[in-house]
DNA sequence: GCGACAG
DNA sequence: ATCTTGTCGC
């Protein structure tokens, strides 16, 4: 798929883009269409992989049942690149690989997991709080390296987390969250239609095994694969 | 101005 | 993100 007609193609206009966003930000449990609670049963996972030499990017969506952690469905997309990576403009980026990836489901997703930020961010408009807000869906974020807020290490034993607070404002944007015993800790935001508190307990609920989500880590495997295959056959989708 | 800086 | 060897461990 091309890149949307209307998507920014300078930072000015993509930071005004958030600006126009940033408010449309739901930070609280909030229920789906057919009343189901978050985070619902339907889990996916995204992720992008990029080979700048070139100019293309593979994006992958893979949906997991909440309970068995079952794969049940995945798609991929593959296009060109739609603007450089700027540390708080990752969103422009990513998320045209990935609204592709997500329409070539034959399902809607009742949560998405997002490889980043959410309200964890500068303006408050991090990737998944940006995914979350343009289509609707209910996201969050985690990220596997702080970026500009304090955070304290948390203790050793998983499920242990410290709060993410910005220095300006206290408020808490995120926490650090222990998904394996002694392991590096993750970082969760809130992305869209979901409270700290569920972004954290789903975090948990998918990162029994390893460290990162099991969406996280499926999505990324598939998202190389289909850049591989992209890169060996010519730019193909699925 | 300089360094830091999700993926 | 991606570039990259070996190494320790289940």
Not at 17 to 31: C, G, I, K, M, N
Not at 148 to 154: G, I, L, S
Not at 214 to 223: Q, V
Request: one cysteine or more.
């Amino acid at each position: 798929m091309p890149i949307p007609a209307d998507w920014p193609t300078t930072e000015t206009e993509a930071l005004a883009e958030q600006e126009r966003l940033r408010p449309l930000v739901l930070a609280r449990d909030d229920e789906d269409e057919d009343g189901r609670p978050a985070p619902g049963r339907l889990i996916a996972g995204v992720d992008v992989a990029y080979d700048d030499e070139h100019d293309l990017v593979a994006a992958a969506a893979v949906l997991l049942d909440r309970d068995t952690l079952d794969v049940v469905e995945q798609a991929t997309a593959v296009g060109r690149i739609a603007f450089p990576y700027i540390p708080g403009l990752l969103a422009f980026r990513e998320l045209p690989a990935v609204l592709d990836a997500l329409a070539a489901l034959s399902r809607t997703p009742d949560t998405v997991v997002c490889d980043g930020y959410g309200l964890a961010h500068p303006r408050r408009l991090g990737l998944a709080s940006h995914l979350g807000v343009h289509t609707g869906l209910r996201t969050l974020g985690v990220a596997k390296t702080p970026f500009v807020f304090e955070n304290r290490e948390p203790g050793a034993e998983r499920g242990s987390w410290t709060p993410l607070t910005d220095p300006a404002t206290g408020e808490e944007v995120g926490r650090a969250v222990r998904t394996r015993p002694g392991v590096k800790p993750v970082y969760v935001s809130v992305g869209h239609r979901i409270g700290l508190d569920t972004a954290v307990r789903t975090t948990l609920d998918l990162a029994r095994r390893y460290r990162l989500p099991e969406t996280t880590r499926h999505a990324d495997s598939l998202c190389r694969r289909a850049l591989a295959d992209a890169l060996r056959t010519g730019t193909n989708t699925n």
